[in-house]
C-alpha cells in the first residue's frame, strides 16, 4: 500500500492506502468529502458511515453508523440498537428507549450501549448510560439493587426475621422450661 508520500520517493504504487486514489503509478489523495477509495479523481467507495451515490459520497443518516442507501442502515451508531435486520435510520432505537413503537424489540431503561440479539427479539445491554456495567442486562438504581434483584432482598429479609425469631422463641422457651422446674420443686441437672 502506498500513500502520496511513497510516489515522490521514486516507488512505483500498485495499490493505495485509504483515502487515496491509484494514478500512473503513484497514489493521489482523494478530495471528495468521505470517499474511501478513487481513480482519476472519480469516488469508487466511501468511508465507514458515508454511501456512494453515483461518483459520490453521502453521510449516512443519523443515527446510522454505516449505509448502502439513505434509506438503508446497515448498522447504527453507538447507543442504538437495530430493531429490524437491514432497515432504515428510524429502525435504530436508543438503547434506552423502552417503549418503541409498532417495532418488535424494546431497549433497556438506563442502558448507555447496547446490541440486538439476532433472532431471539432481544437486547443485551453492554454497558449503562451511567458508565456501569449491567447486571443481568439491568441498569440503574443503586449499585446494590443491581446486585440483589426484589425476590433476593425479600428472601434475606424473610430468613433473618425467621432466624431472629427463632432464637427469641428458644430463648423464651428455655427461659420458662427452666422456671417451671424450679417452681416443682425440681433442681436442674448439673454434671
Known sequence: ???ADRARAGVTCHACAEGYGLSGGSCSPCTAAGCARCDGGV???CKRGWHLAGDRCLACPS???AC???ASCLACADRYFQATPLGGPRDCVPCDQTAPQ???MA???GCGLCQAQAGSGAVLCLRCADGNLPLENYCGGSSVKRRLGPGAITGITLGVTVLVGGTIGLTFSLMASKH???ASGL???TA
Open 107 to 109: 431497549g433497556i431503561h
Open 1 to 3: 500500500m502506498c500513500a
Open 43 to 45: 469516488c469508487t467507495s
Open 63 to 65: 443515527p446510522c453508523a
Open 187 to 189: 433442681r436442674p441437672l
Open 102 to 104: 409498532g417495532l418488535r
Open 180 to 182: 417451671k422446674s424450679q
Open 68 to 70: 448502502s442507501s439513505a
